[in-house]
């Protein structure tokens, strides 16, 4: 954990700062889990070990909350996060068709992050935009009528925003 820790340090300060603010640290744990997860990106047991040790808390407390909300997550997720819709209109436009691009292109399946984390990929059942089917949602931006040849563009265009320099 010390490693992990030294590794973090500056992490570690902007949540410390964060937990410091806090009027009530009692019935704070959500909060802070979703602070951290902010800062971190995701739960590791040695962060999850901390927030216990900062909120007096005992540590199967907070790992149970953290597992019990499918928010949180243990595991690191891409900087992009694609989401293909499965939902029954979608997945009668081809949305599998699309997810299995994805899949190919990434070297990843759904539900796993690229080594790089750079992007992690996942279905959903319905992302409610039915008439835009099928639908991709990268982060928050939402592309209606998707084929599985836009694949490469969409990848292609999110790596390109980490070459950019400002």
Do not use: W
């Not at 979608?90 to 292109?105: H, N, P, R, S, V």
């Not at 984390?117 to 409610?128: H, K, N």
């Amino acid at each position: 954990m010390y490693d992990f820790y030294l590794h973090n340090k500056q992490l570690f300060d902007q949540l410390d700062t964060f937990i410091d603010s806090l009027e009530n640290k009692d019935s704070s744990l959500i909060q802070v889990l979703h602070h951290a997860q902010g800062i971190f990106g995701y739960l590791p047991k040695e962060v999850q070990l901390y927030i216990s040790k900062r909120l007096n808390i005992a540590s199967a407390k907070v790992y149970s909350i953290v597992n019990f909300y499918s928010y949180f997550t243990t595991e690191p997720k891409g900087k992009y996060k694609i989401s293909v819709c499965l939902g029954a209109v979608c997945f009668a436009k081809g949305a599998d068709k699309i997810l299995y691009e994805f899949e190919k292109q990434l070297g990843i399946k759904a539900g796993q992050t690229s080594k790089d984390l750079l992007f992690s990929l996942d279905g959903l059942r319905c992302v409610g935009a039915c008439g835009l089917a099928p639908v991709v949602v990268v982060n928050s931006k939402v592309y209606g009528q998707f084929k599985p040849e836009q694949v490469n563009d969409v990848l292609d265009y999110y790596k390109s925003l980490e070459n950019t320099t400002i």
